[in-house]
């Protein structure tokens, strides 16, 4: 129990052009999801807080307009990189955490979406 | 959230047990320790964790100190598959439960 799955698992796009990657909690229902970014050889940053039905919570120095998150049902959230540029290439993680005891509320990572921007 | 300190890097002989060390001395009453590690190129993995009482499950022992201000993580029979970097993370069990990852400890298990 306790999959999450992301969509796709890497991704080319070119510079100026948006790219959606997809949060799935494909055994439970996610009541928070959370997106990640990590650069190579570093640690993971969290980028936002997303609660079903509600609008994302974002780090600081996160641009919420350019990274777009949706999080519409309990079972996906979504995460747009609008206007891509080489610096956003990375590797975007999202985690989901359920909303009942058995899971122990604790957040369960999806593996990852590498994003190249060329 | 309290900080926590971790080697950089460890090693450890495939079958030996793998002890990982974490500093966490401001913790507060309501925090928790939490372990997750992350295999090259992958999502991070939930392990274990504690409040103040030690705790076990299938892939590891977690061994908190009585005062709370370090913790240790067990991997008691280290494969060559644990290699990874192993994060401990401290955070209240309300609101959010925002995980913020430091730098972690990179462990290389060696045949």
């Known amino acids: 129990g306790a999959v999450v799955s992301q969509h796709p698992s890497w991704v080319i796009c070119k510079s100026g052009t948006s790219v959606k990657i997809e949060c799935r909690s494909l055994d439970f229902q996610a009541t928070t999801m959370f997106w990640y970014r990590q650069f190579p050889k570093q640690s993971l940053m969290l980028m936002a807080t997303?609660?079903?039905?509600?609008?994302?919570?974002?780090e600081q120095g996160v641009e919420k307009d350019k990274f777009l998150i949706n999080h519409a049902s309990l079972t996906l959230s979504t995460l747009t990189v609008t206007s891509a540029h080489p610096e956003d290439s990375s590797f975007y993680i999202c985690s989901a955490r359920g909303g009942t005891s058995n899971l122990g509320y604790e957040q369960y990572f999806g593996p990852g979406t590498r994003l190249t921007v060329t | 959230d309290a900080k926590t300190t971790q080697p950089p890097s460890m090693d450890c002989a495939e079958g030996r047990a793998a002890n990982l060390p974490c500093n966490h001395s401001?913790?507060?009453?309501?925090?928790?320790v939490y372990w997750y590690r992350q295999i090259h190129s992958q999502g991070p993995q939930y392990i274990i964790h504690g409040l103040k009482n030690n705790e076990t499950n299938e892939m590891a022992s977690l061994i908190i100190t009585e005062d709370r201000k370090s913790s240790t993580l067990i991997l008691p029979h280290a494969t060559l598959r644990d290699t990874a970097v192993y994060y401990c993370?401290?955070?209240?069990?309300?609101?959010?439960?925002?995980?913020?990852f430091g730098t972690g400890t990179r462990l290389l298990v060696s045949p």
């Open positions: 997303s609660n079903e039905g509600s609008k994302a919570t974002y």
């Open positions: 993370i401290v955070r209240v069990a309300s609101g959010f439960q925002k995980l913020v």
């Open positions: 401001t913790i507060s009453g309501n925090e928790y």
